[in-house]
């Protein structure tokens, strides 16, 4: 595939079509730029500001532009909030929808076949995979993003952690518990 | 269309495999790949819609058997043929034909941060009441187009409740086809476990359809 996307590109360049210093500033912005600590970022203050947390769950994409994200595939939002009686889970088995603002490019898993197609029709055999046993009596709720419309899980936020300030919060924020794979941690998050 | 895209509910393809410390790309063409897509659709020759179906019409076997980004750049060849903006010549040469003009690039990269920052928005104003409001009941048509479409496949026939209404949105099943926007109404809508999969399923799922997508339940 190297070589072939390489002929792409010089004939797109040679051509006219793409100028190879914007596709380096692409690539710089989701390597550096956009990830999901933007949404880590969002989900801290949530957990912070009840009144920040109240805007979120009414006007996401709004609130989320508060914080300075916004923009391609993320430009209508909703955030759904987890509790101990319900789980969000968000998936897109038509293809690879994704929050891009405040998570970055979506990991290979979520585009996978084995996770669009099993999300919907058996959510706690996925979660359990991902060593996340829910007990019967909560309440799963699966997102799937078939529309330009696309979902942020808001974590619960993990006990004891009252003392933490708000980029303390953050660190306890992954990825995987912003799609609904997982509980947000209790000590610093990996990714 | 009723292609393998449509993975909701299918079995088979085995457990999840999450990757820990996972790049945001594993090749240097991956991103090549993203990048490249991204700025040829500033042309504006092709919709969001159109281009997810150019990776709808990947055969079958090729698709299942393909990596993401494989996707995307065969998805891409297709759009650039089909908008006239290279040749299939030219692409398997990697060079432009003899006498073949060059072209501007529209998106420069001064401009590439305010272009992503911006997106495009999907919502649209429409003249026309909606028909659907939260909490009533409505079953998703039992349509199969040939064409590009969001509604999957699981849900059709289903009986759900409308939990929201987004608004009115472009419509894909025509801007995939260069029949224009012709937005609608947009809902939230409620399925039950069960009947979607049947008695044993206690989980839930919502799916935002357009409103051409549904009936009264």
Redesign the interface.
């Given at each position: 595939?190297?070589l072939?996307?390489?002929?792409?590109?010089?004939?797109?360049v040679?051509?006219?079509?793409?100028?190879p210093?914007?596709?380096?500033?692409?690539?710089d912005?989701?390597?550096h730029n956009?990830?999901p600590r933007n949404g880590a970022r969002v989900v801290a203050r949530a957990w912070s500001d009840p009144a920040y947390k109240a805007r979120l769950l009414k006007d996401a994409t709004a609130a989320i532009a508060e914080l300075g994200y916004?923009?391609?595939?993320?430009?209508?939002m909703i955030v759904v909030e987890n509790t101990p009686k319900i789980h969000n889970l968000v998936v897109c088995?038509?293809?690879?929808c994704y929050p891009w603002?405040v998570l970055?490019?979506p990991?290979?898993?979520y585009?996978?076949?084995?996770?669009?197609?099993?999300?919907?029709?058996e959510?706690?055999g996925?979660l359990a995979?991902?060593g996340l046993s829910l007990p019967?009596d909560v309440?799963?709720?699966?997102?799937?993003?078939?529309?330009?419309?696309r979902y942020l899980v808001l974590p619960e936020r993990p006990p004891g952690t009252e003392a933490l300030g708000e980029e303390e919060l953050a660190a306890l924020v992954t990825r995987?518990s912003m799609i609904g794979?997982a509980r947000a941690s209790q000590t610093k998050a990996?990714? | 269309m009723n292609g393998v895209?449509?993975?909701?509910?299918?079995?088979g393809?085995?457990?999840?495999?999450?990757?820990?410390?996972?790049p945001?790309?594993?090749?240097?063409?991956e991103?090549?790949?993203?990048?490249?897509t991204?700025?040829?659709g500033a042309?504006g020759r092709w919709t969001?819609d159109a281009s997810?179906y150019a990776?709808e019409r990947i055969p079958p076997a090729d698709y299942?058997h393909m990596s993401?980004?494989?996707k995307w750049?065969a998805g891409?060849?297709t759009l650039?043929v089909e908008a006239r903006?290279?040749t299939r010549e030219?692409?398997a040469?990697?060079?432009?034909a003899a006498g073949?003009?060059?072209?501007?690039?529209p998106?420069?990269?001064?401009?590439?941060?305010a272009?992503?920052?911006?997106?495009?928005?999907?919502?649209r104003t429409v003249l026309v009441e909606p028909i659907y409001s939260p909490g009533m009941t409505v079953r998703a048509r039992n349509i199969n187009p040939v064409g590009h479409t969001?509604?999957?496949r699981?849900a059709r026939g289903r009986v759900g409740t409308v939990t929201r209404h987004?608004g009115a949105?472009?419509f894909?099943d025509s801007n995939a086809h260069g029949l224009g926007e012709q937005p609608q109404h947009?809902y939230?809508v409620r399925f039950e476990g069960r009947e979607?999969?049947g008695e044993t399923?206690?989980?839930?799922?919502?799916?935002?359809?357009?409103e051409s997508y549904l009936e009264p339940g």
């Open positions: 595939m190297t072939r996307v390489k002929a792409l590109e010089s004939l797109l040679e051509k006219g079509i793409v100028d210093a914007a596709l380096d500033a692409i690539i912005t989701y390597e956009v990830g916004g923009g391609r595939q993320g430009e209508h088995t038509l293809c690879s603002p970055g490019l990991p290979v898993w585009k996978s076949a084995p996770y669009r197609s099993r999300a919907v029709i959510p706690r996925v995979e991902f019967d309440e799963i709720r699966v997102w799937d993003s078939t529309a330009e419309i995987d794979v990996e990714s | 895209h449509d993975m909701g509910g299918m079995h393809f085995g457990a999840v495999a999450p990757e820990a410390g996972e945001v790309f594993h090749e240097r063409w991103a090549r790949a993203l990048a490249l991204l700025a040829a042309w969001l997810r990776r299942l993401y980004y494989e750049i891409l060849s650039l903006l290279v030219e692409i040469n990697g060079r432009a073949a003009a060059k072209s501007t690039p998106l420069k990269a001064d401009r590439v941060p272009s992503l920052a911006h997106g495009g928005a999907m919502e969001r509604l999957p699981y987004h949105h472009v894909p947009l939230q979607l999969w399923n206690n989980s839930e799922v919502y799916i935002d359809l357009w």
